[in-house]
């Protein structure tokens, strides 16, 4: 949880500018160090079978005593931990994000923005000076097979919060449909409608690498003989036969709108007539609250620093689809996701 600072303490950082306000940003940064260790120490997990104090737990880590209690005392600020005369626990929040962790895995989410922070990341003033990336995002995600691996299992905690919603608000044509999940990865999504619409045939296009975590999600689910994989360069690539329904979901804040010209280009050139394009992204300005304007807004630099990505207006995105050729435009927001939509579009 991030440094909350009480009544008093907004007023003199926010009212009356009496604090120094940036401090907070400096300290959360500092919060999410601590957490990032406490994660590697796998301190949350030697909490789970019973609270311990600093020694015991020092104990049960085998490690310096006074660094595990300066540790807990810093998680404790944060709400990462309870401490119940002298011994500490997990936190109900740790407990639901780090531990039971079959919904939204935080520890995927942690290794992977590390990584960015530590590789990415210091070349931000440099991209934001010369619009220019010396990396390839994808090419540098794929290259190292854990952070690969940590980067699916994120993107699958996110489906995971999401999918039953997003379910909920698209229609699947009834009978035997085609499906395109594009950029697919992990296969959450697609295994969702195969098992909500029995007669459902999927394909999901990604790379190689992506696919691998897909290939676990469909075989856990038996949905070998509906769900196909089509790995490769979706540029490269021919997206196969006429599709009823194409899922273009988290792929447009990626690129910029020539690029996401001709995505709309492939997805219609590969729909049947009638056919459903979808996309499912942060849209900006479909954003209640100032968390989650303040995620959205951070997430939306840090696209454009990995991929000269963005978050889109959904006017900007409409105007697209229609100049692609799409009908029939329709946006939902998404209650799950904050800041989240799901547009659709008709051939
Ligand atoms: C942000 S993830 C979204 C994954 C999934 N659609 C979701 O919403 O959870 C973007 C996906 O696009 C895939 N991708 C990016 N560039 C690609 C390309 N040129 N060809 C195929 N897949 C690509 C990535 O591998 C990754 O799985």
Not at 99 to 113: E, I, K, R
Not at 276 to 302: H, P, R, Y
Request: overall charge negative.
């Amino acid at each position: 949880m991030p440094i909350q600072p009480n009544f008093l303490e907004r007023t003199a950082f926010f009212t009356l500018n009496a604090a120094p306000g940036p401090m907070l940003d400096l300290a959360g940064l500092l919060a999410y160090k601590a957490v990032n260790t406490a994660v590697e120490l796998h301190l949350f997990t030697a909490l789970v079978a019973q609270p311990a104090s600093a020694a015991e737990l020092a104990q049960r880590l085998e490690a310096d005593e006074r660094g595990v209690r300066a540790l807990l005392r810093a998680l404790l600020a944060i709400g990462y931990v309870v401490e119940e005369n002298g011994r500490y626990h997990n936190s109900p929040m740790t407990d639901k994000w780090f531990v039971q962790s079959g919904v939204l895995d935080m520890n995927a989410a942690l290794s992977v923005f590390n990584v960015f922070l530590h590789e990415l990341w210091p070349h931000a003033a440099e991209v934001v000076r010369t619009g220019e990336r010396p990396f390839n995002f994808y090419e540098f995600v794929y290259s190292d097979p854990e952070l690969a691996h940590n980067f699916q299992q994120m993107m699958v905690g996110n489906a995971n919060v999401v999918g039953a919603e997003v379910l909920k608000k698209l229609t699947v044509p009834a009978g035997v449909a085609r499906l395109l999940d594009v950029g697919g990865g992990h296969g959450v999504f697609s295994v969702m409608l195969a098992n909500a619409q029995p007669h459902l045939q999927a394909t999901i296009l990604d790379t190689a690498v992506a696919l691998e975590t897909a290939k676990h999600h469909i075989s856990q689910h038996n949905l070998n003989g509906r769900i196909h994989l089509l790995p490769g360069d979706m540029w490269q690539m021919d997206w196969g036969e006429p599709y009823d329904l194409i899922l273009l979901f988290n792929m447009v804040h990626h690129y910029d709108l020539d690029t996401n010209r001709k995505l709309l280009q492939k997805a219609y050139a590969a729909l049947k007539p009638g056919g459903q394009v979808a996309i499912f992204d942060q849209i900006e300005g479909s954003v209640f609250g100032s968390g989650s304007n303040g995620i959205v807004q951070m997430l939306a630099f840090m696209f454009y620093l990995f991929a000269n990505g963005r978050v889109y207006a959904a006017d900007e995105l409409m105007a697209l689809l229609a100049e692609v050729g799409f009908k029939n435009q329709q946006i939902t927001k998404m209650r799950l996701s904050p800041g989240s939509s799901l547009i659709t579009a008709v051939k």
